[in-house]
């Protein structure tokens, strides 16, 4: 029997899940909930790139949501959102009944407090649901595919995972330059940039998930930014990005155990890849982009790296960007994993992972 599902709001991520929702017959789409009233009314086909035909119409009411009780809803509102968006909802949802899997955070729920944990599993408790967090990093570049690499250890001294992003095609001059900090002296960039305050959250939670996976307790977290100019301007789709001020951006989180750093996430933000200063270079036509790279110092020594794009052409749709895709289908694939769990919060199990705690590699 197909899941009855619901796709809740339908930006990027979202489009790229609903289509898979109305081109799978193990799923049932039964409702879609959008944010902006323009969308109300469509079919959900339209918003998803696809014929208008599937007859289940979007809507703005949460309440209509509720009332359809469906098996799961795949929950990928954005953060950035003007309303609140996030954990209010969700909790509403599990409290009803309904399972919920998301692809906003909520990874690792102690990293928020014990009053949002409690909140979470209180709801699920009431409406006898369950819930998961999927995404990308968070939720699984570091704490289930790093941390299953290290299962191949003896010891773990260090790990390193780069996420390296172009964002040259950002077109929002206000998005570009006054939120993500491109364009301006590189003495703007600073770990109290409103970026920063962004992202703080998800890369610690990924940080304190691996290292629950690991069996240890961080110390302690240090953010830090680096920027990189180039001497000459940049044109990109948002304006002219002027000589000397950034074109790359570097924020690093590392996580402290045993009086030294063990867990490190370093986001890129890039306009372009010809940063020889950084190790980047221009690709050659049809090679892909670096996405992921880890560097697992130890015994033995590894480095991973995953590259991700098109093979071809484009999938159908409007979700352009492979990087959508992926976080939308890692949510999609848990659903039969998460429905036969337990009620509660449900975890994706790490098989083998080194466990650090008690170990010879407590080293100082």
């Not at 998803?48 to 509720?66: F, N, Q, R, S, Y």
């Not at 330059?177 to 305050?197: A, F």
């Not at 009620?343 to 083998?352: Q, R």
Request: charged share 20%; aromatic share 6%; hydrophobic share 45%.
């Amino acid at each position: 029997m197909a899941v009855r599902v619901v796709q809740w709001a339908t930006g990027a991520v979202g489009r790229a899940a609903l289509q898979e929702m109305i081109e799978n017959p193990d799923f049932q789409l039964v409702g879609v909930l959008v944010y902006d009233p323009a969308k109300a009314g469509q079919d959900a086909g339209a918003l998803c790139g696809l014929p208008p035909t599937t007859g289940v119409l979007a809507t703005t009411d949460k309440d209509e949501i509720v009332a359809l009780r469906p098996d799961v809803v795949v929950h990928a509102a954005s953060k950035a959102h003007a309303v609140e968006t996030n954990a209010e909802d969700i909790c509403r949802l599990l409290a009803a009944g309904i399972n919920v899997i998301t692809t906003t955070s909520y990874n690792h729920l102690p990293t928020y407090g014990a009053e949002t944990e409690t909140a979470f599993v209180e709801a699920c408790r009431a409406g006898g649901s369950r819930f998961h967090a999927a995404g990308e990093n968070p939720g699984f570049m570091f704490e289930r595919l790093v941390a299953t690499v290290t299962g191949l250890s003896k010891t773990i001294d260090r790990i390193d995972l780069y996420e390296a992003t172009d964002v040259s095609a950002v077109d929002s001059r206000p998005m570009l330059v006054d939120l993500m900090g491109m364009g301006r002296p590189p003495e703007d960039v600073t770990i109290d940039s409103p970026i920063i305050k962004k992202l703080d959250m998800a890369y610690r939670q990924a940080l304190n998930a691996t290292a629950d996976v690991l069996g240890v307790t961080l110390t302690h977290v240090d953010v830090s930014v680096d920027a990189t100019t180039l001497d000459r301007d940049l044109e990109v789709p948002a304006g002219t990005i002027e000589a000397g001020t950034v074109v790359g951006q570097r924020f690093s989180w590392v996580g402290h155990w045993a009086g030294r750093p063990l867990l490190a996430i370093h986001e890129e933000w890039v306009l372009t890849r010809d940063l020889p200063q950084w190790g980047l270079r221009p690709l050659k036509r049809g090679e892909k982009a670096p996405l992921i790279r880890a560097v697992i110092k130890g015994t033995p020594s590894f480095e991973v790296q995953l590259d991700v794009g098109w093979d071809g052409t484009p999938p159908t749709g409007q979700h352009a960007q492979p990087g959508h895709l992926m976080i939308a289908m890692g949510a999609l694939r848990a659903v039969p994993y998460v429905l036969a769990q337990p009620p509660g919060i449900v975890t994706a199990p790490i098989f083998g992972a080194i466990q650090l705690a008690g170990s010879d590699t407590h080293r100082t």
